[in-house]
């Protein structure tokens, strides 16, 4: 394939099937060829670490057959080919992820326990590879606090104005604009400002609320004004809040196509791949798909 493929992982489940409809959708839009991959898991008792995964077997494999009967009658794009692996998912999945240009599972598979909200792999899978993951939720997932929106298609981005992640809103800016979505740009800042005095000191100044949010705007504003320069069909909405960002952006996720977020950098003082508390936040609650995206190779490491 000379264009990278879309890949849907599947196990069967409910969660993958609903992951397997979002990835061919993507597939379309982004004129992408569709691979599906079922990953046989090792027994229970095989090291991930050195049975990492297998060759693929030409064995019967109930599971793509069950995913070939669904697809039969696709008309049109994307072009399917299914591969059936042998290994630890939570090590396959992400190692997948060196030739695609996205990755996209359901929330929970067939494994684990029922009452967990995101399964090992999808964390593994969001956390380790190297394209971008997107991350289906059950249906029904609810979502408080959120504020009226008007209707139409919407794809949601954090910002963090401290540190902006451009990587993130280049991917963001482009999947809106493959959907014909506005983009809602989410940019929260901390409050109350914590202040440091000691006795005999003067006391700080009042910050104004208003002020600090009519700041945190114009930052957002300049900070995504070249990815508007490049994407002017994209219709942008700012959303400037106090308080915690994971907790705006469950609720902006409410019938949002889309939520975006990035993953995070390693830190010259924790060099293993990670993902900050907001992403694992937004995983575990959003309502509406996530994307996680990887920093730029050369963003991989920075100091603290």
Same mark, same amino acid.
């Given at each position: 394939?000379?264009?990278?493929?879309?890949?849907?992982?599947?196990?069967?489940?409910?969660?993958?099937?609903?992951?397997?409809?979002?990835?061919?959708?993507?597939?379309?839009?982004?004129?992408?060829?569709?691979?599906?991959?079922?990953?046989?898991?090792?027994?229970?008792?095989?090291?991930?670490?050195?049975?990492?995964?297998?060759?693929?077997?030409?064995?019967?494999?109930?599971?793509?057959?069950?995913?070939?009967?669904?697809?039969?009658?696709?008309?049109?794009?994307?072009?399917?080919?299914?591969?059936?692996?042998?290994?630890?998912?939570?090590?396959?999945?992400?190692?997948?992820?060196?030739?695609?240009?996205?990755?996209?599972?359901?929330?929970?598979?067939?494994?684990?326990?029922?009452?967990?909200?995101?399964?090992?792999?999808?964390?593994?899978?969001?956390?380790?590879?190297?394209?971008?993951?997107?991350?289906?939720?059950?249906?029904?997932?609810?979502?408080?606090?959120?504020?009226?929106?008007?209707?139409?298609?919407?794809?949601?981005? @954090?910002?963090?104005?401290?540190?902006?992640?451009?990587?993130?809103?280049?991917?963001?800016?482009?999947?809106?604009?493959?959907?014909?979505?506005?983009?809602?740009?989410?940019?929260?800042?901390?409050?109350?400002? @914590?202040?440091?005095?000691?006795?005999?000191?003067?006391?700080?100044?009042?910050?104004?609320?208003?002020?600090?949010?009519?700041?945190?705007?114009?930052?957002?504003?300049?900070?995504?004004?070249?990815?508007? @320069?490049?994407?002017?069909?994209?219709?942008?909405?700012?959303?400037?809040?106090? @308080?915690?960002?994971?907790?705006?952006?469950?609720?902006?996720?409410?019938?949002?196509?889309?939520?975006?977020?990035?993953?995070?950098?390693?830190?010259?003082?924790?060099?293993?791949?990670?993902?900050?508390?907001?992403?694992?936040?937004?995983?575990?609650?959003?309502?509406?798909?996530?994307?996680?995206?990887?920093?730029?190779?050369?963003?991989?490491?920075?100091?603290?």
């Amino acid at each position: 394939m000379s264009t990278p493929p879309v890949i849907a992982a599947v196990d069967g489940s409910e969660g993958s099937l609903r992951a397997l409809d979002w990835a061919v959708t993507a597939a379309r839009l982004r004129e992408a060829p569709l691979r599906v991959v079922h990953v046989r898991q090792y027994a229970h008792w095989a090291q991930p670490e050195v049975l990492a995964a297998g060759p693929p077997t030409p064995v019967d494999d109930p599971v793509l057959d069950e995913i070939r009967a669904r697809l039969r009658n696709l008309t049109g794009p994307p072009a399917v080919e299914y591969a059936g692996l042998e290994g630890a998912p939570g090590a396959v999945l992400p190692e997948l992820g060196t030739t695609a240009q996205l990755l996209v599972l359901g929330s929970r598979g067939r494994g684990g326990f029922a009452g967990l909200i995101l399964g090992s792999n999808g964390m593994a899978a969001a956390r380790d590879a190297e394209c971008p993951v997107v991350v289906v939720p059950p249906p029904g997932r609810e979502v408080h606090d959120s504020p009226p929106l008007a209707p139409g298609p919407r794809v949601v981005v @954090g910002l963090h104005t401290d540190s902006p992640d451009e990587v993130t809103l280049g991917f963001a800016f482009a999947e809106a604009g493959r959907r014909g979505a506005r983009l809602q740009v989410v940019a929260a800042y901390p409050w109350p400002l @914590g202040t440091w005095t000691v006795p005999g000191d003067f006391p700080p100044p009042m910050i104004d609320p208003d002020a600090v949010a009519r700041e945190t705007r114009t930052l957002a504003e300049g900070l995504t004004a070249a990815h508007r @320069g490049r994407h002017p069909g994209v219709d942008v909405e700012f959303t400037v809040l106090a @308080g915690d960002a994971a907790g705006h952006l469950v609720a902006a996720s409410r019938d949002a196509a889309l939520v975006v977020v990035g993953r995070h950098r390693r830190r010259l003082l924790a060099p293993a791949r990670m993902m900050g508390s907001v992403t694992q936040a937004v995983l575990l609650h959003a309502a509406s798909p996530v994307a996680v995206v990887p920093p730029a190779p050369d963003q991989t490491t920075e100091k603290e």
